[in-house]
């Protein structure tokens, strides 16, 4: 309780409040610009938190994540266009309302559904990762060693259609982070006479490369797609049509609710991301209505399903790093290079070392919660007109904070030709379905995984049979054994079945139908 009084008095009595309300602005329009998200914008901002307090640069980077999250429904709605693919069951009910002049209805229905989930999220956060870090102090190198091997399997069997391509992408992570010096002799390895690459590839230019640099050259490619799709939607001049009424928002506090649990549970569990809980919130809601042949025409249930799991998705995400140190989504990943800068590593003795940042952390995520909502109510309108900024305005001003960003992290030109070199790399990635989030998670648990290892064999001396001494080992070697068999099972079953080829199932657009 001390701590957190602290962490009260250190969000409101410096520029706190305001970086965790410039962080929740700037997420909000990033993510209602297609193509851009949570992930790109955390990875640019980065560099522009060198000189701001520790609080204050966590708790923008988390409010970032946080906005986008929410933002990423005005594309979806007004524009039938995702801002990010965890939006796309918004756009099943969200653009059909838009059609309709109830445009201002879903976007209000999707902020409340997103601030709800987002909250509670949150507040799981903070109930649950100090009493799972106390259990994480008893697990020692062996024990280690087998989570991270199974966290590794499951993400890579979750995080893309192909278990093998997703382990691929972890073993090609696992190898970048090799590069440097060794842990224990220091040395050098993979550097090929190059000073800047001893201390290891940065994960900042590597992250801003494969994410938004990337992404940046695959809309280059359909630069006139979503002007054709901008068209000129007008409200309805009905005043029950442009706000949610008492009665749509007694039918949707269960649909929130459940959303919220079921997005909240996907994002504990390393891997599933936030299309997953999204998804499956729609999907069940849809499941459970007594007219489900309705979605997908306007039903404002399903806004209020996919916003609230999609943003529960990213307080709970955070479980597993606060915790464990291990990271189970992209933004995680990519959060761990700004929670190291800023003298905190992510982990269980984060709870003992930092306990007063911790907990103005804790209080700057609820304060995101509720910025959220204000951000949202007063400039709703004003942010849903950034969808028709043509999109030949916004690449060259993503590219050129890409960068200023990767020059920042490092100060040498050299972070730019990294950052342009894994551009390519998350660009081939796109195009052959390889998954880049488990890349950069094998990237990012490389050396902790490395390390771990080593220390298992000596702890083992070079003797497996020494395993039956550790049971939680054995337990999750033997899980990740199972979920390999499984997947495989599965992968079996769906390339023996027949491909759709009726055009029921084909929408390029990922327009209204789920």
């Known amino acids: 309780m001390e701590h957190l009084i602290l962490g009260v008095g250190d969000v409101f009595g410096g520029t706190t409040l305001l970086w965790v309300a410039v962080g929740v602005s700037l ?9 851009l998200g949570k992930a790109i914008g955390v990875a640019v901002s980065i560099p522009l938190t060198f000189y701001l307090e520790p609080v204050s640069a966590l708790g923008m980077l988390i409010g970032i994540a946080k906005g986008s999250a929410a933002g990423s429904a005005v594309s979806a709605i007004l524009l039938n266009t995702p801002g990010e693919p965890s939006s796309a069951p918004t756009a099943f009910d969200g653009y ?14 999707a902020l409340f559904a997103s601030v709800t989930g987002d909250f509670v999220s949150t507040i799981i956060l903070i109930l649950l ?5 106390r259990y994480a102090l008893l697990i020692g190198p062996v024990e280690l060693c087998a989570i991270l091997v199974f966290s590794l399997v499951f993400i890579g069997g979750l995080s893309g259609n192909s278990l093998t391509k997703g382990l691929i992408a972890a073993c090609f992570g696992i190898f970048f982070a090799t590069v440097g010096l060794e842990t224990e002799t220091f040395v050098a390895r993979l550097t090929f006479g190059y000073l800047e690459l001893e201390d290891g590839i940065s994960l900042v230019p590597m992250a801003i490369g494969m994410l938004a640099v990337a992404e940046m050259v695959v809309q280059a490619g359909n630069l006139n797609t979503l002007d054709r799709e901008t068209a000129n939607l007008r409200d309805s001049s009905d005043p029950r049509d442009r706000t949610v009424t008492q009665d749509e928002l007694r039918r949707c506090a269960p649909v929130i609710a459940r959303g919220t649990v079921i997005g909240t549970a996907v994002g504990i569990l390393p891997g599933l991301g ?3 809980g999204s998804f499956l919130s729609y999907g069940e809601t849809r499941r459970v209505s007594a007219t489900p042949a309705k979605y997908g025409t306007g039903m404002i249930e399903g806004v209020a399903a996919a916003e609230s799991a999609d943003n529960a998705v990213v307080p709970s995400s955070l479980i597993p790093l606060f915790a464990l140190g291990i990271p189970g989504s992209v933004i995680a990943a990519i959060l761990i290079a700004a929670f190291i800068l800023h003298g905190l590593t992510p982990g269980p003795l984060m709870f003992q070392q930092q306990p007063r940042m911790v907990a103005g952390l804790y209080v700057s995520m609820l304060c995101a919660s509720a910025i959220l909502l204000v951000i949202g109510l007063l400039g709703q309108r ?4 950034i969808v028709h900024v043509p999109l030949r305005l916004v690449i060259p001003g993503v590219l050129l904070f890409c960068c200023v960003g990767s020059f920042m992290e490092t100060g040498s030109v050299f972070s730019i030709y990294i950052m342009l ?3 390519l790399l998350g660009f081939l990635a796109r195009k052959l379905d390889f998954s880049f989030v488990t890349f950069l998670i094998g990237f990012v648990i490389g050396p902790k995984l490395e390390l771990s290892f080593r220390q298992s064999l000596q702890l083992l001396n070079h003797d497996a049979s020494n395993l039956l001494a550790h049971p939680i080992a054995l337990l ?15 992968t079996a079953r769906r390339s023996g079945q027949t491909p759709p080829t009726t055009q029921e199932n084909c929408n390029p657009k990922g327009g209204n139908q789920p």
């Not at 059909?96 to 229905?109: C, I, S, V």
């Not at 999750?476 to 499984?486: G, I, P, R, T």
């Open 27 to 35: 997420g909000y329009v990033l993510g209602a610009i297609p193509g």
């Open 96 to 109: 059909p309302l838009a059609r309709q002049g109830k445009g201002q209805k879903a976007l209000k229905m």
């Open 129 to 133: 990762a100090a009493p799972l870090a």
């Open 274 to 276: 936030a299309s997953v």
């Open 382 to 385: 004003l942010f849903s007109q």
């Open 421 to 423: 070199g894994f551009a």
């Open 476 to 490: 999750f070697l033997f899980a990740a054994l199972v979920f390999v068999v499984l997947s495989g099972r599965a």
